[in-house]
């Protein structure tokens, strides 16, 4: 299985041979075949402050290891394999007023995605509902999406229910694409607790997961956590209102990290612009393949380390400027 983790990477000086790698393939959607002996990577590097990302490196930029043994890149592209998209809308009453700007968004993002990529679409809540499975069928998903920014839910949010659940949909996609949950919400959760099942979480699973599991699920998947939070007047009232049924700040955050991928904040105004942003810096990653040198145990959870090369920043010393980072897994289950 393979998994993710945000790895910042300060540019300090780095030492270690650099990798030989092979040429990246020049199909526009190449066939990737996969087996549990090849792990394959999604990374993005940008700019830490102004988030844009550096979209013309090759894997001799590269050095990547596993547990602390060098691998050798096998496999290299940008922006060649398809996406798989699930959009997950947030119900919650905090959310109401901002669902119609964020389907719209949606809807306009649809139009820009490429002929290969399929999308699904979700609701949630303190549930996750399936408003559209996956396909390449924009009509489809596009009333799906608008389905969805109709709909409302007096329940709270289940966060760690609903990011496990969303993660068993993103595992059905298609093989050989890189997956991605785009979750768009005002970043607010409710506490899991017996009082919260019995008032705002009615509709909920009967067994609910914990943060643990949601998260491991999550790191056996190699999906990345994507998030457009826009926070409305409610959402703030939410937050501070006294006795709110556990309403706080959730971990969306914390799960987006955890897969290497972006967090954007957003006025309402701004959403349309910011989630074709969001959705541009989840296709500025570059995947990167290879067969690890060590076989482990089966089930183990095997730490990556992906940095630039010595002799890039030696050729490049101008980027230690620029304060780029890298964002990727740190890690995989085999």
């Known amino acids: 299985m393979r998994m993710a983790l945000l790895l910042t990477v300060l540019l300090l000086?780095?030492?270690?041979?650099?990798q030989d790698v092979a040429s990246p393939p020049q199909s526009a959607s190449p066939t990737i075949r996969v087996d549990t002996q090849f792990v394959l990577l999604d990374a993005l590097v940008e700019a830490r402050k102004s988030g844009v990302p550096l979209d013309r490196l090759s894997a001799e930029d590269f050095q990547l290891s596993e547990d602390g043994v060098p691998q050798t890149i096998s496999y290299f592209s940008h922006d060649q394999l398809p996406l798989s998209v699930v959009f997950?809308?947030?119900?919650?009453?905090t959310v109401h007023a901002a669902l119609g700007p964020l389907a719209q968004a949606a809807l306009e993002v649809l139009g820009h995605l490429k002929r290969g990529d399929e999308v699904a679409v979700m609701t949630f809540s303190s549930r996750v509902d399936l408003m559209q499975g996956f396909t390449t069928n924009r009509k489809l998903a596009a009333d799906a999406v608008r389905t969805a920014s109709w709909m409302a839910d007096v329940e709270g949010t289940f966060l760690d229910e609903d990011m496990y659940e969303a993660v068993e949909q993103v595992m059905k996609a298609k093989a050989g694409t890189r997956r991605v949950l785009v979750w768009l919400t005002d970043g607010t959760a409710n506490e899991e607790s017996t009082?919260?099942?019995?008032?705002?979480?009615?509709h909920a699973a009967a067994h609910?997961?914990?943060?643990q599991e949601a998260m491991t699920r999550l790191l056996q998947s190699d999906a990345v956590v994507s998030v457009l939070i826009d926070r409305t007047a409610e959402t703030y009232?939410?937050?501070t209102a006294p006795g709110a049924g556990g309403a706080r700040v959730g971990d969306?955050?914390?799960?987006a990290r955890a897969t290497?991928?972006?967090?954007?904040?957003?006025e309402t105004k701004e959403v349309p612009e910011n989630l074709a942003l969001l959705i541009d810096r989840v296709r500025a990653r570059y995947t990167l393949g290879y067969k690890p040198v060590a076989a482990e145990s089966q089930g183990k959870f095997c730490k990556l380390s992906l940095r630039f090369s010595p002799e890039f920043l030696s050729k490049h010393p101008e980027v230690r400027k620029q304060g780029l980072v890298v964002m990727t897994r740190s890690g995989y289950y085999r």
């Not at 000086?13 to 650099?18: I, L, V």
């Not at 609910?208 to 943060?211: A, G, K, P, V």
């Open 237 to 239: 009232r939410a937050i």
């Open 208 to 211: 609910l997961h914990s943060q």
């Open 252 to 255: 969306i955050d914390a799960y």
């Open 260 to 266: 290497g991928g972006p967090v954007l904040s957003s």
């Open 13 to 18: 000086a780095q030492s270690g041979p650099a």
């Open 88 to 93: 997950l809308f947030d119900m919650t009453e």
């Open 195 to 202: 009082f919260t099942r019995a008032t705002i979480g009615q």
